[in-house]
C-alpha cells in the first residue's frame, strides 16, 4: 500500500509573491497610464497579471482589494481619500436677469464709493467638475474636487485622463506653491461618443456630460483613459506662495498661459453695465455652437486687490456674480403676495402661485426678493408670470407676460409699518432694501426667524425645533429669547397641541444635548447680520474665547481673512449692545459650553484630514460630545460607512456599520483607543 503525501505549502513565500506582483505590475501601471510611457510588452503585463490571478484562485485568503486583478489600471475610487482645501472652493452667487446684473453692479460702486465703471472680466461658466491643481515648485503634487468646498476627494491618480495638464509648470522660477482652480469637462462630440460606447458594451448612459465627466473621474476604463476625453481649463487661484500674486485676474489667466496650464479664450475685460449685459447676450447665441457644455457667464472684477478688499459671504466671493441661462422655466398665475419677515428684519415679498409643475417638483411660491425687483420687472397681483427652477434655488419670477394681464390685477407696495408689530418700515442699502426697524423683542417674527435659526442643523442643532415647534412655543409665550430654549419643561411642551411624551422627551433631551457644542456653532448661532458659517469659523479661529471676541477692534477684524468692511462693522455693532452681551451671559448661565484646547494654535488640525463613523453606545462620552470633540481637532463625522472612512468608533451593541466597516478593512477603534487618540488635546471650557 502506498499513500500519496501532499507537498506543503509555504505560505510565507507565496504571501511575498504575491505581494511582489502587486508592486510591480503597479509600477508598470503608473508608467503606463499617468505617463504614457510603458517599460514592459503588453505580453509581459498579461503574464504578471495571469500569474498573480491564478494564485488568487488557488488560495482565496492572499486576495485583497487592492489587488490589481479586482480592477482595471489606476485606481481613484478605491484609494482617494478628502483633500482639507487651504483655501475654501466657493460656489458663486447667481443672476438671472438684466436687473440682477445691475443690481450686483450697483451694491459693487455703492461699497467701493465709485464714481466711475469699474473693470470687470466676463468669462464663461463652464458645466463641469471644479477641481483644484496643487503645484509644489512647479510640479503637481495633488489633484482634488471641490466636494462641499471645505472638503474635496483626492484624485491625484486620475490625472492622466485629463488632456494637457502638465505635470511640471513651463516656468523657470516656479513658486513654492501654486494652487490653480480649474474645471473639467468633456467635449459634446466625445460626450455622443462615449455613451454609444457605453451603449455597445451593454451599460447605463451618463444624462448629461458634467455627469460623465464626474464618472469618468472615478472609474477608470483603459479605452477612455487612452483616448483622453476629459479636459480642463484654469481659471482662478487658491493659495500662493513664493511670489507676488498678478494685479488682474485678466494678467492671471495669461501667466497660466505661458507656463502651460489651459485656459478659455472666450472671456473680455470690460466697464459698464451695458457692456456685461452684452457679453450674456453673445454668449447665450454662441453657446449653441461651442464644442462644451456651459451653463451661463461670470463677471469678476478684475482687479485682485479690490477682490480682496470685498472680501467673502459664508459660500460665495462678493466681488463676482454668475448669470446663468434659464433652463427650467413655466408659465402660472400670482395668486397673491405676502412678506416675509427674516432674522435682522429684512422684508421679502414672496409670491403665492398657482400651482404649477417644474421638472418633477410643484411650485407653490417664489421670492420677489424686494420691492424694487417687482417695479423693474413690473409685476403685479394676478399677473400670469414665467417661474423659473433652477436645480435647489428657491424659484424666482423673471418676467411678467403683459398681453396675458387681467383687467383686475392690482399692484403690491410693501406698507409703511410692520404688520406684525406696527414698527416703522425703512430702506437700507440705497433704498433697496425694506426692513422693519423694531428688534426681535418688538416683532415676533423676527424673534420666530431667530430663534429658527438658532436652533438649526448648522447652529445649535437642536433636533424637533424647527419652524412649526417654534412657533408654537413663541405663540404660547413660553419662549422670548435663546435661553428661553433652555429653560423648558416637560409641562410646557405638553400644553402645545400634538405634543405627545414620546416628543416632548425627545425635544427636551436635544436641547440638554445642545449645550455641548463648538464656538464657530455659538457664534453662527447668534444670527449676527452677515456671519455666515464660514465667517463664524473665521472668527472662532481668531479670537479662540469670548473674551477676546469682546474687545474685538475694528482693525483687529479687517485683518482676518475674508471678513470684509460690511460684516465688520455689523460685528462690532452687535457684540457692543448691551442687550446682546446680556444674552450672551445668560447663555452661559444656562450651561451652554465647547471643548476648547488651551493649546489650539498646535493640535487644531491634529485630526485633520480623518473621517469618524461610530455605531454603538458609548461609556465615556455621550455621542454628541465625541462628536465636538472630533470637530474641535479638525477631523470629520459622517453617519455611513464608506471607503473614505478612516476610523469606525465602536461602542457597546455595535449596529450594520461594524460589518460593513470590516469589509473594507477600515480600522476599527473601541472606546479606550478612540480615549487614547484624543486624550491631552481638548479640555472643557465653559464660555
Not at 503525501?5 to 505590475?25: A, D, G, H, P, Q
Not at 478605491?78 to 482645501?85: L, W
Not at 400651482?355 to 394676478?382: C, F, M
Not at 444674552?583 to 459650553?593: A, E, F, P, W
Request: charge should be positive; glycine fraction near 6%; proline fraction near 3%.
Amino acid at each position: 500500500m502506498s499513500f500519496h503525501v501532499k507537498k506543503k505549502i509555504n505560505f510565507s513565500k507565496l504571501s511575498f509573491r504575491v505581494t511582489e506582483l502587486k508592486k510591480e505590475l503597479h509600477r508598470h501601471n503608473i508608467a503606463y497610464y499617468l505617463y504614457d510611457n510603458p517599460i514592459i510588452s503588453d505580453n509581459k503585463y498579461d503574464q504578471l497579471l495571469f500569474e498573480l490571478k491564478k494564485i488568487e484562485e488557488k488560495y482565496p485568503e492572499l486576495l485583497t482589494k487592492d489587488s490589481l486583478t479586482q480592477h482595471v489600471g489606476l485606481v481613484g475610487g478605491e484609494n482617494s481619500k478628502y483633500v482639507h482645501h487651504t483655501f475654501k472652493m466657493m460656489s458663486l452667487d447667481n443672476g438671472f436677469s438684466d436687473e440682477d446684473v445691475i443690481i450686483f453692479n450697483k451694491r459693487i460702486t455703492n461699497e467701493l464709493k465709485l464714481t466711475k465703471n469699474i473693470e470687470y472680466i466676463a468669462e464663461l461658466k463652464f458645466d463641469g467638475i471644479a477641481v483644484n491643481l496643487r503645484y509644489e515648485y512647479g510640479y503637481l503634487k495633488q489633484a482634488s474636487t471641490r466636494g462641499d468646498g471645505n472638503i474635496g476627494e483626492n484624485i491625484t491618480t486620475n490625472i492622466h485622463i485629463i488632456h494637457k495638464i502638465p505635470l511640471v509648470l513651463n516656468i523657470k522660477y516656479p513658486p513654492e506653491l501654486l494652487e490653480v482652480r480649474c474645471e473639467v469637462l468633456i467635449y459634446k462630440k466625445d460626450f455622443i461618443k462615449l455613451n454609444k460606447y457605453r451603449y455597445h458594451l451593454g451599460l447605463k448612459k451618463f444624462t448629461n456630460p458634467r455627469n460623465a465627466a464626474a464618472g469618468i473621474l472615478r472609474q477608470l476604463n483603459p479605452k477612455i483613459n487612452k483616448n483622453k476625453i476629459l479636459h480642463f481649463f484654469a481659471h482662478g487661484v487658491g493659495e500662493l506662495r513664493g511670489m507676488n500674486m498678478p494685479s488682474s485676474h485678466s494678467e492671471l489667466l495669461n501667466w497660466y498661459q505661458k507656463i502651460g496650464l489651459s485656459i478659455c479664450g472666450e472671456y473680455s475685460v470690460l466697464s459698464g453695465v451695458n457692456k456685461l449685459i452684452e457679453f450674456y447676450k453673445k454668449i447665450n447665441i454662441k453657446r449653441f455652437n461651442l464644442p462644451y457644455e456651459i451653463d451661463g457667464v461670470v463677471y469678476k472684477i478684475n482687479c485682485l486687490s479690490t477682490q480682496k478688499k470685498l472680501g467673502f459671504t459664508s459660500r460665495a466671493p462678493r466681488f463676482a456674480l454668475a448669470y446663468k441661462f434659464l433652463s427650467k422655466e413655466a408659465l402660472t398665475k400670482i395668486k397673491a403676495i405676502n412678506i416675509q419677515i427674516g432674522r435682522t428684519g429684512i422684508i421679502t415679498p414672496v409670491a403665492l402661485l398657482k400651482p404649477v409643475l417644474i421638472d418633477g417638483i410643484t411650485i407653490t411660491r417664489a421670492t420677489l426678493h424686494n420691492e424694487s425687483e417687482i417695479y423693474r420687472k413690473n409685476i403685479q397681483i394676478g399677473d400670469t408670470v414665467v417661474v423659473h427652477r433652477s436645480g435647489n434655488v428657491i424659484p424666482k419670477i423673471t418676467s411678467s407676460i403683459l398681453s396675458l394681464r387681467p383687467n383686475d390685477s392690482k399692484i403690491f407696495k410693501i406698507p409703511n409699518i410692520c404688520p406684525i408689530c406696527n414698527s416703522k418700515i425703512i430702506y437700507i442699502e440705497s433704498n433697496l432694501i425694506a426692513r422693519c426697524s423694531g428688534s426681535w423683542i418688538e416683532c415676533i417674527a423676527q424673534r420666530k426667524a431667530g430663534l429658527q435659526h438658532f436652533s438649526s442643523r448648522k447652529a445649535m442643532n437642536i433636533i424637533g425645533l424647527g419652524k412649526k415647534m417654534i412657533e408654537k412655543l413663541v405663540n404660547a409665550n413660553i419662549v422670548v429669547t435663546a435661553v428661553d430654549l433652555y429653560k423648558i419643561n416637560f409641562k410646557n411642551l405638553l400644553r402645545l397641541d400634538r405634543v405627545s411624551n414620546k416628543l416632548a422627551n425627545n425635544i427636551l433631551l436635544a436641547i440638554q444635548k445642545s449645550k455641548l457644542t463648538t464656538f464657530s456653532r455659538f457664534i453662527y448661532a447668534l444670527g449676527i447680520r452677515h456671519v455666515g458659517e464660514t465667517t463664524a469659523k473665521e472668527l472662532a479661529n481668531y479670537f479662540k474665547n469670548l473674551e477676546c471676541m469682546f474687545k474685538a477692534t475694528e482693525e483687529q477684524l479687517l485683518n482676518i481673512p475674508k471678513i470684509g468692511s460690511t460684516t465688520v462693522k455689523a460685528f462690532i455693532k452687535f457684540i457692543n449692545q448691551p442687550l446682546h452681551r446680556l444674552l450672551i451671559s445668560q447663555l452661559r448661565d444656562v450651561g451652554i459650553y465647547w471643548l476648547n484646547n488651551p493649546n489650539t494654535k498646535g493640535n487644531k488640525n491634529y485630526l485633520k484630514e480623518k473621517i469618524f463613523v461610530f455605531t454603538g453606545s458609548l461609556y465615556a462620552f455621550k455621542r454628541n460630545e465625541a462628536i465636538i470633540l472630533i470637530e474641535n481637532l479638525g477631523g470629520k463625522v459622517v453617519n455611513f460607512i464608506s471607503k473614505n472612512t478612516n476610523y469606525l468608533v465602536k461602542g457597546q451593541k455595535p449596529g450594520k456599520k461594524l460589518e460593513k466597516a470590516i469589509k473594507l478593512n477600515i480600522k476599527i477603534l473601541d472606546e479606550k483607543n478612540f480615549v487614547k487618540i484624543v486624550k491631552g488635546f481638548s479640555t472643557e471650557t465653559k464660555i
